[in-house]
């Protein structure tokens, strides 16, 4: 092919964006050549790798957007170490269809056994499907929000927070939250209530929510909105560090029942 051609092509190319095609054009014209391709092959060869290249920068969008702490797969975890998860009710959220509806999903569970690799796995499967989201920890979400409400944008920040698909708040019942930030919280939640899916992990159950937010009024608001169109994933069984340290030789085997401390320390 004439070096005139090649770089007119490359300009159509480039005004249709076709980034990934314009790159490798001359690649994929010898390979097309030595595999004597017909018109319709190649086209569907070229078409094929653009749209896969523009998928693939999108969800790196998404990802990066969504301020994921790790990058941790459903296919990575454990689930034999973890015998009390139901598998088939993890692939089903990881379906997408809970977030369609609108529906929350409660991750409930002692320190490391689980609970976050599971919110980060969903919601990397969540903006594989092309959907928005973002993860926060219960304190960091309280801090933005108390930071809003000083400098009088706390309408601009809730805002912002409905947008995203499916919000991932992470650790709920590690730190107090106050009366402030209680009532934050719930603004939050009105706001997204059947309008866009929240994923949240915590070491406390539903009924401990009273000593976590301070106020058994507020917690029973916030849960009545949570729960009524939610999947609740009660996990037991002891920590992955601590399977770990032992496994290592680093630890007893009753060191569960005797370092409460550490777990506390090490949520997950």
Known sequence: MSTPQL????????????????AELSTLLEQAAKKDLSYSDFLDEVLGLEVQSKHEKHLAMRVSMARFPFHKTLEAFDWKF?????????????????????????????????????????????????????????????????KALYENRLEERLKLLTQPKLLIIDEIGYIPIDRQGANLFFQLVSRRYERGSILLTSNQSVGAWGEVFGDTVIASAILDRLLNHATTVNIKGESYRLKEKRRAGLLRANAATDAPAELAATPG
């Open 7 to 22: 770089e007119r092509l490359g300009g159509y190319c480039e005004r249709l964006r076709l980034h990934r095609v314009g």
């Open 82 to 146: 973890q015998p009390s998860i139901n598998p088939k009710v993890i692939k089903e959220l990881a379906t997408g269809r809970f977030i369609a509806d609108g529906e929350n999903v409660l991750l409930l569970g002692p320190p490391g056994v689980g609970k976050t690799h599971l919110a980060v796995a969903l919601g990397l499967r969540a903006c594989e499907l092309g959907l928005r989201a973002m993860f926060t920890t219960a304190a960091g979400l309280i801090a933005t929000l108390g």
